[in-house]
T-cell receptor
Framework: DVKVTQSSRYLVKRTGEKVFLECVQD?????MFWYRQDPGLGLRLIYF???????EKGDIPEGYSVSREKKERFSLILESASTNQTSMYLC?????????????FGPGTRLTVL | AQKITQTQPGMFVQEKEAVTLDCTYD???????LFWYKQPSSGEMIFLIY??????QNATEGRYSLNFQKARKSANLVISASQLGDSAMYFC?????????????FGKGTRLHILP
């Protein structure tokens, strides 16, 4: 079974803090994704990566950066957290090239920025 | 314009009844894939069912089936004999054959409440 883990289920940070959200997958997937989920807006793609050290902006990259130094790990960084970044963050991974395959999701991190 | 439209923000259904969750999509591609996910209150996204645009049969997985109407660009999820544990958010999503990025576009979701 594919397993995607996220470093925290719940996180509370203060405005202006630097925040790291970590995601690790154990299935040697090339593609990894970070989404944020807000009520009434569904899932919106922040960044994705299709290989080590490769990253691409998604639909809402402003205020975020990412890092992928190892294939299994994809980190989302909030350089200076703001209250409008309070949200649920979901990480996902997928084997490249199999069109019919789903993305596999982690359990999510509920981030609150005070 | 939205690529995935789920018109029902919330639904209340009596236990054991069948449920249909609506999803329409917008694409100019001939080849695409459609997914449904369930998200319980715990937060994890659970893959339910997949339908390919060239699949002639409607996809089924246990109590889940996908009512695929290609000409209408509709991919409704049908849950038969609903159970209390079906209460959750449900997301419809689509993958288009862009490049290797394997991205998925999600709808805004439908919150389903099953009543005892």
């Amino acid at each position: 079974d594919v397993k995607v883990t996220q470093s925290s289920r719940y996180l509370v940070k203060r405005t202006g803090e630097k925040v790291f959200l970590e995601c690790v997958q154990d299935m040697d997937h090339e593609n990894m994704f970070w989404y944020r989920q807000d009520p009434g807006l569904g899932l919106r793609l922040i960044y994705f990566s299709y290989d080590v050290k490769m990253k691409e902006k998604g639909d809402i990259p402003e205020g975020y950066s990412v890092s992928r130094e190892k294939k299994e790990r994809f980190s989302l960084i909030l350089e200076s957290a703001s209250t409008n970044q309070t949200s649920m963050y979901l990480c996902a991974s997928k084997l490249t090239g199999v069109f019919t395959d789903t993305q596999y999701f982690g359990p999510g991190t509920r981030l609150t920025v005070l | 314009a939205q690529k995935i439209t789920q018109t029902q923000p919330g639904m209340f259904v009596q236990e054991k009844e069948a449920v249909t969750l609506d999803c329409t999509y917008d694409t100019s591609d001939q080849s695409y894939g459609l997914f449904w996910y369930k998200q319980p209150s715990s937060g994890e996204m659970i893959f339910l069912i997949y339908q390919g645009s060239y699949d002639e049969q409607n996809a089924t997985e246990g109590r889940y089936s996908l009512n695929f109407q290609k000409a209408r660009k509709s991919a409704n999820l049908v849950i038969s004999a609903s159970q209390l544990g079906d209460s959750a958010m449900y997301f419809c999503a689509m993958r288009e054959p862009e490049d290797r990025d394997d991205k998925i576009i999600f709808g805004k979701g439908t919150r389903l409440h099953i009543l005892p």
